[in-house]
C-alpha cells in the first residue's frame, strides 16, 4: 500500500507562483510514475503533468504547457508541482498520483493511488 501526502497549497494573485510536494511512503519509490491532476467545483479531475519512475520523462497538460514543472527526488520520496503564472482558472484541488510503472500516463484510471487533495486558489 502506498500512501501519498500532498503540501503547498494556498491562495495566491494572478501571476504568482506555488511549489506542491507530494511526499511518497514505501520504499519502491524509484519503481513509479507520478502524476499530479487536478479538480475545480463542478468540474471533472484533469490531467496535469506526469513523470516517469526515473524522472526522465515528463509530460503536460497543454493549458499548463510552459508555467508549471514537475520533478521528482528519488532519495526522498516526493514528487514537485513548481507552478508559475498562475491563473485564476488554475484555481482547484490539486491531487497527487502513483502507479506501479516506470511510464507515466496521462489519464484518471491509470493510477492507482492517490492523495487527499490540497486546495489551490488564485485570486484575480
Known amino acids: 500500500q502506498v500512501q501519498l501526502v500532498e503540501s503547498g497549497g494556498g491562495l495566491v494573485q494572478a501571476g504568482g507562483s506555488l511549489r506542491l510536494s507530494c511526499a511518497a511512503s514505501?520504499?519502491?519509490?524509484?519503481?513509479?510514475?507520478m502524476g499530479w491532476f487536478r479538480q475545480a467545483p463542478g468540474k471533472e479531475r484533469e490531467f496535469v503533468a506526469a513523470?516517469?519512475?526515473?524522472?526522465?520523462?515528463?509530460y503536460y497538460a497543454d493549458s499548463v504547457k510552459g508555467r508549471f514543472t514537475i520533478s521528482r527526488d528519488n532519495a526522498k520520496n516526493t514528487v514537485y508541482l513548481q507552478m508559475n503564472s498562475l491563473k485564476p482558472e488554475d484555481t482547484a484541488v490539486y491531487y497527487c498520483?502513483?502507479?506501479?510503472?516506470?511510464?507515466?500516463?496521462?489519464?484518471?484510471?491509470?493510477?492507482?493511488?492517490w492523495g487527499q487533495g490540497t486546495q489551490v486558489t488564485v485570486s484575480s
Open positions: 514505501g520504499r519502491t519509490f524509484s519503481y513509479y510514475s
Open positions: 513523470i516517469s519512475s526515473s524522472g526522465d520523462s515528463t
Open positions: 498520483a502513483s502507479r506501479p510503472y516506470i511510464v507515466a500516463v496521462t489519464t484518471v484510471s491509470g493510477y492507482k493511488y
